[in-house]
Antibody, heavy 114, light 110 residues
Framework: QVQLQESGPGLVKPSETLSLTCSVS????????WSWIRQPPGKGLEWIGY???????NFNPSLKSRVTISVATSKNQFSLQLTSVTAADTAVYYC????????WGQGTLVTVSS | QSALTQPASVSGSPGQSITISCTGT?????????VSWYQHHPGKAPKLMIR???IRPSGVSDRFSGSKSSNTASLTISGLQAEDEADYYC??????????FGGGTKLTVL
């Protein structure tokens, strides 16, 4: 049974870079596709982007200029970086398996504030 | 890209059936059978209830069913139970190789 766990700072200052890591257990990161989703407080789910098993990526057009998703195969982890954050980036961030998500991590709250 | 359209809220009494709609376009729901439905209890991880329009993952109750007609997908919950009270989200793959979510529907079990 594949399980996902997000980790990273819970507080990021405005204009800085948000960095999160997703650790995958129970399966190989090399054989599947992986995504990041977020949910701002009181709002719905928003797709951020996905990492295809070939290494290709695709992102939400509204975030594309600020987002990077990368993989650390030896650690069975994949990561999210979001640059130049503002208060609007405050959200619970989820890592998930598959392009249209199937398995979800528990989520981690990231607050953007000085 | 615009979010898929869901009703903000639906309600039903225990034992009844309810249906939640999810409307998109010919570039997303109408183009592919990659529509999923998620149940989300606040503070917990969303749970996949339906994938590929109508396939129930192992362990999901058969009270949950999905369908699609043209650009609209639907989730039906039969025999409503108190534990079904949650937020429900649809999602779809799109012709731009992106993923769209619906705005979410709050289900209240009366």
């Amino acid at each position: 049974q594949v399980q996902l766990q997000e980790s990273g700072p819970g507080l990021v200052k405005p204009s800085e870079t948000l960095s999160l890591t997703c650790s995958v257990s129970g399966g190989s990161i090399s054989s599947d596709n992986w995504s990041w989703i977020r949910q701002p407080p009181g709002k719905g789910l928003e797709w951020i982007g996905y990492l295809y098993y070939t290494g290709n990526t695709n992102f939400n057009p509204s975030l594309k200029s600020r987002v990077t998703i990368s993989v650390a195969t030896s650690k069975n982890q994949f990561s999210l970086q979001l640059t130049s954050v503002t208060a609007a980036d405050t959200a619970v961030y989820y890592c998930t398996r598959d392009i249209v998500p199937t398995i979800w991590g528990q989520g981690t709250l990231v607050t953007v504030s000085s | 890209q615009s979010a898929l359209t869901q009703p903000a809220s639906v309600s039903g009494s225990p034992g009844q059936s309810i249906t939640i709609s999810c409307t998109g376009t010919s570039s997303d729901i109408g183009a592919y059978n990659y529509v999923s439905w998620y149940q989300h209890h606040p503070g917990k991880a969303p749970k996949l209830m339906i994938r590929s329009v109508s396939i129930r993952p192992s362990g999901v109750s058969d009270r949950f069913s999905g369908s699609k007609s043209s650009n609209t997908a639907s989730l039906t919950i039969s025999g409503l139970q108190a534990e079904d009270e949650a937020d429900y989200y649809c999602s779809s793959y799109t012709s731009n190789s992106t993923v769209l979510f619906g705005g979410g529907t709050k289900l209240t079990v009366l």
